[in-house]
Nanobody
Framework: QVQLVESGGGLVQPGGSLRLSCVAS????????MGWYRQAPGKQRELVAV???????NYVDSVKGRFTISRDNAKNTVYLQMNSLKPEDTAVYYC??????????????WGQGTQVTVSS
């Protein structure tokens, strides 16, 4: 069974930084695109950043220049370094991974979410 487990969320003051991590565990063949999404209260879930196996990245405009996504393929881990945090970044952040299972099926997996709160 494949699982994504996030860590690193918490409470931070405006202008502060946090680093989120997400590890994929279980038995699978490979991981393609990995990414981070977020959902604020009363809003739809939105894409924050994605990264493919070659390290190519894409970000939502609101976080460009402040957030950096990276991955360690050997550790099946994706990171999100968040700097210059703003109150509007407050949300539950979810890890997502496109995984090729042992049944040769590409399946979308989600983590359980980690709360990020930016407040003074």
């Amino acid at each position: 069974q494949v699982q994504l487990v996030e860590s690193g969320g918490g409470l931070v003051q405006p202008g502060g930084s946090l680093r989120l991590s997400c590890v994929a565990s279980g038995i699978f063949l490979s991981i393609d695109v990995m990414g981070w999404y977020r959902q604020a209260p009363g809003k739809q879930r939105e894409l924050v950043a994605v990264i493919n196996t070659r390290g190519n990245t894409n970000y939502v405009d609101s976080v460009k220049g402040r957030f950096t996504i990276s991955r360690d393929n050997a550790k099946n881990t994706v990171y999100l370094q968040m700097n210059s945090l703003k109150p509007e970044d407050t949300a539950v952040y979810y890890c997502n991974a496109d995984i090729l299972t042992t049944l040769l099926r590409r399946t979308d997996y989600w983590g359980q979410g980690t709360q990020v709160t930016v407040s003074s």
